[in-house]
């Protein structure tokens, strides 16, 4: 079954720093979407993206995030200048044209 | 504006045990969509059920049950028969219709399932 696959699986970085964060969205699928869990909380929302653009956008996508789909397998998240507040779980999710998002196994970042 | 509660943070029962996770979503609009996802420990997120706002039927899946009550905007979700793998956080989630996008979760219930 196919399925969203991210990588690094966990990326240690120091603050400051800038991190990439890859998914492979299910390779039919036309949506995708992160999202973010810091420890021990709920997942929340950060960003859609459909046709080359973001479609929507939360208030913690602010301008340290980027997100970018470089080829026609990936798509990526960037923090420019990373923050200790920025250590979280950070999960990619794609959808085709149901209303399932279908999420991947995530990249826990851990900012030093 | 669109809200998720979950109000058991943590959950334990003893194998074999039936454990009901409730839910309860507030929406003003008519069309929106439910789901379960599970998160297991090693921490990534199981889609379980999606239900739309007008289909009210009742759905099993093996040990799996879910009862969607429109009146009481509540999405409880039961395991009949609990075991150890059943152990993970379970998280509610609300996506409205005219959004696409964003998917609005709850805070989660950790349910433990004791040998």
């Known amino acids: 079954e196919p399925e969203v696959t991210q990588t690094p699986s966990h990326q240690v970085t120091q603050m400051g720093q800038e991190v990439i964060l890859r998914c492979v969205p299910i390779?039919?699928?036309?949506?995708f979407y992160w999202y973010r869990q810091i420890l021990g909380q709920k997942v929340e929302f950060l960003v859609s993206?459909?046709?080359?653009?973001?479609?929507?956008k939360s208030e913690i996508f602010d301008d340290q995030f980027s997100v970018e789909r470089p080829d026609g397998s990936n798509f990526t998240l960037k923090i420019r200048s990373t923050k200790l507040e920025d250590s979280a779980m950070y999960f990619c999710?794609?959808?085709?044209?149901?209303?399932?998002?279908?999420f991947g196994p995530g990249t826990r970042l851990t900012v030093l | 504006a669109q809200k998720v509660t979950q109000a058991q943070t943590e959950i334990s029962v003893v194998e074999k045990e039936d454990v009901t996770l409730d839910c309860v979503y507030e929406t003003r609009d008519t069309t929106y969509y439910l789901f379960w996802y599970k998160q297991p420990p090693s921490g990534e997120l199981v889609f379980l059920i999606r239900r739309n706002s007008f289909d009210e039927q009742n759905e099993i899946s093996g040990r799996y049950s879910w009862n969607f009550q429109k009146s009481t905007s509540s999405f409880n979700f039961t395991i009949t028969a609990s075991q150890v793998v059943d152990s993970a956080v379970y998280f509610c989630?609300?996506?409205?219709?005219?959004?696409?996008?964003?998917?609005?979760f709850g805070p989660g219930t950790s349910l433990s399932v004791i040998p």
């Open positions: 989630a609300l996506r409205l219709d005219f959004s696409y996008d964003k998917v609005i």
């Open positions: 390779s039919n699928h036309l949506y």
């Open positions: 993206f459909y046709n080359n653009e973001i479609s929507e």
């Open positions: 999710a794609s959808r085709f044209g149901t209303d399932t998002q279908y």
